[in-house]
Nanobody, 118 residues
Framework: QVQVVESGGGLVQAGGSLKLSCVAS????????IGWYRQAPGKQRELVAD???????TYADSVKARFTISRDNTKNTSDLEMNSLKPEDTAVYYC????????????WGHGTQVTVSS
């Protein structure tokens, strides 16, 4: 099994910055795509950004140019740097490790709350 733990959430004013981090432990063999997702109250969970094992990235349109995802393959960690935060970024943010090789697997953290005040 793989355990995923997020950290770094909190309360910030609009226009501010936060950095979220996650780390995976346990059976972390193979190749993973790491994704950051968020879920606001009353809304579906949505993909914010993801990064493949070879560090190709994708971003939701709503966060492009404001958020940056990164990873360290040697440490099984990922960071999500969030700048120019807006009240609509308020959500619980989840880190996902999705193993693509040699066997598939999907592992989620418990989430970390990000609240952006106006």
């Amino acid at each position: 099994q793989v355990q995923v733990v997020e950290s770094g959430g909190g309360l910030v004013q609009a226009g501010g910055s936060l950095k979220l981090s996650c780390v995976a432990s346990g059976s972390t063999f193979g190749m993973f795509t790491i994704g950051w997702y968020r879920q606001a109250p009353g809304k579906q969970r949505e993909l914010v950004a993801d990064i493949t094992y070879d560090k190709r990235t994708t971003y939701a349109d709503s966060v492009k140019a404001r958020f940056t995802i990164s990873r360290d393959n040697t440490k099984n960690t990922s960071d999500l740097e969030m700048n120019s935060l807006k009240p609509e970024d308020t959500a619980v943010y989840y880190c996902n490790f999705r193993r693509t090789f040699p066997v598939r697997g999907d592992y989620w953290g418990h989430g970390t709350q990000v609240t952006v005040s106006s």
